[in-house]
């Protein structure tokens, strides 16, 4: 991937990140929130959409399992954001250990779990996010960089979305027709055709006409 393209694409996914964060609170960066915190319980919900119980039958939910590392990274860019860590200066040195993340390694059931722990055990230690086991994360499953971008924008819109919906006040139901939003996000993801810079927009479209389909099954 050519780097001027690569670092666009991180300049959207920061932008979007901090535009949904000041949906949440106008002064998001001086509320005090433990990201950390919440990227340690996203970990344990990625490792039961993955699989980890020997007792009995369990097949890994790829789609499912490469959500909640999105939603770390959206943890993970809140907490490099508010501490100045990401800005236009130190952006391609930090990332670019994640723009290397290649397909080609063959995948260790019981290496992406460890990889998964690691990253828990490390963010609770540092009580921050840590970029190298993310990154770790990442080699693990695989999950390159753009799928991380589509992905990410993806559950943005997602994330934005709820917000316009009751979430904040607790109203919104996060399972239409006996399925999380997040299954039918991955599905209405795979069915775009548009250009990327159109999929915000075609997302929120999808969302919106299945949501209205579904509400109150």
């Not at 919440?38 to 959409?49: G, M, Q, S």
């Not at 063959?106 to 963010?123: I, K, Y």
């Not at 970029?131 to 943005?156: M, R």
Request: charge should be negative; hydrophobic fraction near 45%.
């Amino acid at each position: 991937m050519e780097h001027p393209r690569a670092w666009a694409m991180v300049e959207t996914m920061a932008s979007m990140q901090a535009s949904y964060n000041r949906e949440v609170h106008p002064q998001w960066e001086a509320q005090g929130y433990a990201f950390y915190r919440a990227i340690w319980v996203e970990c344990a919900e990625l490792l039961d959409h993955y699989g980890w119980k020997w007792w009995k039958h369990q097949r890994p939910d790829i789609g499912q399992v490469k959500l909640e590392i999105v939603d770390i990274w959206h943890f993970g860019m809140s907490d490099l954001l508010r501490s100045g860590a990401l800005t236009p200066e130190t952006a391609p040195a930090l990332l670019a250990p994640i723009l290397a993340v290649g397909t080609d390694r063959p995948h260790d059931p019981e290496g992406f779990r460890r990889s998964v722990e690691r990253l828990a055990l490390e963010t609770l230690a540092a009580e921050r996010f840590l970029l190298e086991p993310f990154v770790a994360l990442l080699v693990a499953l695989p999950l390159p960089f753009e799928e991380l971008f589509s992905l990410y924008v993806g559950k943005n819109v997602l994330n934005s979305f709820r917000l316009a919906h009751g979430y904040r006040e607790g109203t919104y139901p996060k399972r239409w027709g006996g399925r999380e939003d997040n299954e039918h996000l991955v599905e209405l993801l795979a069915d775009l055709t548009c250009p990327p810079s159109e999929v915000p927009a075609a997302l929120q479209t999808a969302l919106a006409a299945r949501y209205a389909a579904l509400q109150g099954s």
